[in-house]
T-cell receptor
Framework: NAGVTQTPKFQVLKTGQSMTLQCAQDMNHNSMYWYRQDPGMGLRLIYYSASEGTTDKGEVPNGYNVSRLNKREFSLRLESAAPSQTSVYFC??????????????FGDGTRLSIL | GDSVTQMEGPVTLSEEAFLTINCTYTATGYPSLFWYVQYPGEGLQLLLKATKADDKGSNKGFEATYRKETTSFHLEKGSVQVSDSAVYFCALGVGDGGFKTIFGAGTRLFVKA
């Protein structure tokens, strides 16, 4: 019953450092997403991958890059971390099917602090 | 553009009180509507959903009805418990291929014993 697994769970970086957040899902879902959650702002979409081999920008893509490594894995990279990127990051996945939007399944998040 | 507006929190209730969290949306076409719940330290979990007008989603005593005429999807529960304390997100499913979701800002619920 793993669902969506995110690593690491916590991370502290210094400004300018780089890191990659990992995400894997075992539900054979086509679509995967990266969000950030900030107090009072709900979830904002950073990047998404509708299916293996495709990625697209969401609402707040600046300062991030993504890689859809295979159907299971979707990573998020911060090339040069900035304090404004301090947030909780969530990965999610969903089926891609016609006839109405499918619910998303979320990991437990990565809590990232940039000093 | 497409958007979701939900009531600001926090909402504080006593155990066994009636809960309503308002949610309205703006969208073209016929979106799907969702309520998600987030417990402390966890990711969001689907609570219920509705895919067409007049559908009622329900789960764990929570209900919401898809009202196209008022563009609303209000969450209700007849008798809340302390364990219902969490953040609740209303969400709208949109996009080509039907896979993008827009989330409201969330409403924090505190239930006192």
């Amino acid at each position: 019953n793993a669902g969506v697994t995110q690593t690491p769970k916590f991370q502290v970086l210094k400004t300018g450092q780089s890191m990659t957040l990992q995400c894997a899902q075992d539900m054979n879902h086509n679509s995967m997403y990266w969000y950030r959650q900030d107090p009072g702002m709900g979830l904002r979409l950073i990047y998404y991958s509708a299916s293996e081999g495709t990625t697209d920008k969401g609402e707040v893509p600046n300062g991030y890059n993504v890689s859809r490594l295979n159907k299971r894995e979707f990573s998020l990279r911060l090339e040069s971390a900035a304090p404004s990127q301090t947030s909780v990051y969530f990965c999610a996945s969903s089926e891609l099917r016609t006839g109405g939007n499918q619910p998303q399944h979320f990991g437990d998040g990565t809590r990232l602090s940039i000093l | 553009g497409d958007s979701v507006t939900q009531m600001e929190g926090p909402v504080t209730l006593s155990e066994e009180a009636f809960l309503t969290i308002n949610c309205t949306y703006t969208a073209t076409g016929y979106p799907s509507l969702f309520w998600y719940v987030q417990y402390p330290g966890e990711g969001l979990q689907l609570l219920l959903k509705a895919t067409k007008a007049d559908d009622k989603g329900s789960n764990k005593g929570f209900e919401a009805t898809y009202r196209k005429e008022t563009t609303s999807f209000h969450l209700e529960k007849g008798s809340v418990q302390v364990s219902d304390s969490a953040v609740y997100f209303c969400a709208l499913g949109v996009g080509d291929g039907g896979f993008k979701t827009i989330f409201g800002a969330g409403t924090r619920l505190f239930v006192k014993a």
